[in-house]
């Protein structure tokens, strides 16, 4: 029986109908599946994180490799399917919820075939979480986009988060026909691996990016002691007043600067070192 078979059939016992307009598409291809596994890296002492497993085939490759394996899945539809499937592996974790929301268990690595309309939410999550390695399935435009480069039509506040936090890789594009149902956009297999080595004006960037809620004044004063450039509030707000970067800026939250500000904070933050 191939996979498209086992997952028709696990589907049809459990009576679920796949919706293609919510992005519930099952990757089938079983050579997609084994080269999407090995894109992981999992090691045997591995804990991966698995958001929206759904039916559980790319689940079932993290189980043959890795310690243990937690899912997170928001649909309660698939939760039959997925105690049917992996009742006997002793090293599954199921829990239900919202993976925008849930707390997160310890991880090692975060994997997911990732429904397109939460591909941005949880890209930002993920830059407050300590993986080894996140591998996802996307659309080939998100891809675009986190990789793109400065200057080019694609670059957005996304490419320059992306390039701050991660080296990304974007290992292959992936056939409509690999899927059941098949989706409507392309798609592709990212791999995002955590920058090491930052110089201390990355440091900075990274924690300021990190207190989205707070005014940039705030946040960069913070990110200056947190950082380790200043051990006092009142030495970081003496340099922060030096950057003139202006009190419109200053007075926006972290969140909601554009690409140019970021662009233009990051010219002066490195200007320090």
Not at 27 to 44: H, M, P, Q, S
Not at 82 to 109: C, K, M, Q, T, W
């Amino acid at each position: 029986m191939t996979l498209r078979e086992k997952t028709q059939s696990l589907l049809s016992k459990h009576r679920i109908q796949l919706e293609p307009s919510l992005d519930e598409q099952q990757l089938v291809d079983e050579a997609t599946l084994g080269r999407f596994i090995d894109y992981c890296e999992i090691d045997k002492t591995d804990t991966v994180l698995e958001i929206g497993p759904g039916a559980g085939n790319i689940t079932e490759g993290l189980l043959k490799r890795a310690k243990h394996v937690i899912a997170i899945e928001i649909n309660a539809k698939y939760v039959p399917v997925l105690d049917d499937r992996f009742s006997e592996y002793s090293n599954f974790e199921l829990i239900r919820g919202d993976a925008l929301f849930v707390l997160f268990p310890n991880h090692d690595r975060l994997v997911s075939n990732l429904p397109y309309m939460i591909c941005e939410s949880l890209f930002q999550r993920s830059l407050r979480l300590g993986f080894k390695s996140a591998t996802f399935i996307v659309s080939k435009s998100f891809a675009a986009r986190l990789t793109a480069e400065e200057g080019t039509e694609e670059y957005s506040k996304l490419s320059w988060q992306s390039a701050l936090f991660y080296e990304t890789i974007i290992h292959e594009t992936v056939p409509p026909e690999a899927y059941l149902p098949e989706p409507g956009k392309g798609t592709a297999i990212i791999s995002l691996l955590p920058r090491a080595g930052v110089e201390r004006a990355d440091v900075v960037l990274k924690e300021l990016l990190l207190q989205g809620d707070k005014l940039t004044r705030n946040a960069l004063r913070e990110s200056l002691i947190r950082g380790g450039v200043f051990e006092t509030k009142r030495k970081a707000t003496a340099h922060v007043n030096s950057m003139e970067l202006g009190e419109v800026l200053l007075d926006t939250p972290v969140a909601r600067l554009s690409l140019l500000e970021l662009l233009g904070l990051e010219d002066a933050v490195r200007a320090c070192y």
